[in-house]
T-cell receptor, first 113, second 115 residues
Framework: DGGITQSPKYLFRKEGQNVTLSCEQN?????MYWYRQDPGQGLRLIYY???????QKGDIAEGYSVSREKKESFPLTVTSAQKNPTAFYLC????????????FGPGTRLTVL | AQKVTQAQTEISVVEKEDVTLDCVYE???????LFWYKQPPSGELVFLIR??????QNEISGRYSWNFQKSTSSFNFTITASQVVDSAVYFC????????????FGPGTRLSVLP
């Protein structure tokens, strides 16, 4: 089945540790995104990538890093520089063209202990 | 600036009631797309509908209907005969054309349908 997968579903991290969240899609979408969602809040854009080997910062990129070495994969690293990383992280990808629709993965819930 | 407003933070209805979720957007673009997404308790956002700025025809899909009024910059979503399974957070979103691939999401409306 085509779709977007994120792993793990739940992730626990100790303060000071870096952690990488996985996002894979087999929809052949060019563009991929990472959002952060805090409890009771909307979505905030962290990073996005329109093509392989290229990505742009979103509204809250500080303390995060990404790579886009393959079209199917867009991993997000939450670094120790991110002061409040506990949140729900959503990965998305977009169909091609101006009318592209954004589709989402199931999300990863990160908790810093 | 692009902005999406969903003034209703939370709505509670009793099953079988009709409910309308409001969405008001701001953009200076003449061409854009509007979307509605549903986020059930599981967390994943589910795409419901896309509408382009040149198509003001209302749309109905089962118990769901959407009313797009460009004159008031609104794209409202109505659920008829609501069911408990409709309980979720609903997001309205705006996408610009020829401006990268960024979407602007509203803050969401939490709908609780009580049995």
């Amino acid at each position: 089945d085509g779709g977007i997968t994120q792993s793990p579903k739940y992730l626990f991290r100790k303060e000071g540790q870096n952690v990488t969240l996985s996002c894979e899609q087999n929809l052949n979408h060019d563009a991929m995104y990472w959002y952060r969602q805090d409890p009771g809040q909307g979505l905030r854009l962290i990073y996005y990538s329109q093509i392989v080997n290229d990505f742009q910062k979103g509204d809250i990129a500080e303390g995060y890093s990404v790579s886009r070495e393959k079209k199917e994969s867009f991993p997000l690293t939450v670094t120790s520089a991110q002061k409040n990383p506990t949140a729900f992280y959503l990965c998305a990808s977009t169909t091609s063209g101006d009318s592209g629709t954004q589709y989402f993965g199931p999300g990863t819930r990160l908790t810093v202990l | 600036a692009q902005k999406v407003t969903q003034a209703q933070t939370e709505i509670s209805v009793v099953e079988k009631e009709d409910v309308t979720l409001d969405c008001v957007y701001e953009t200076r673009d003449t061409t854009y797309y509007l979307f509605w997404y549903k986020q059930p308790p599981s967390g994943e956002l589910v795409f419901l509908i896309r509408r382009n700025s040149f198509d003001e025809q209302n749309e109905i899909s089962g118990r769901y209907s959407w009313n797009f009024q460009k004159s008031t910059s609104s794209f409202n979503f109505t659920i008829t005969a609501s069911q408990v399974v409709d309980s979720a957070v609903y997001f309205c979103a705006l996408r610009r054309i020829n401006y990268g691939q960024n979407f602007v999401f509203g803050p969401g409306t939490r709908l609780s349908v009580l049995p």
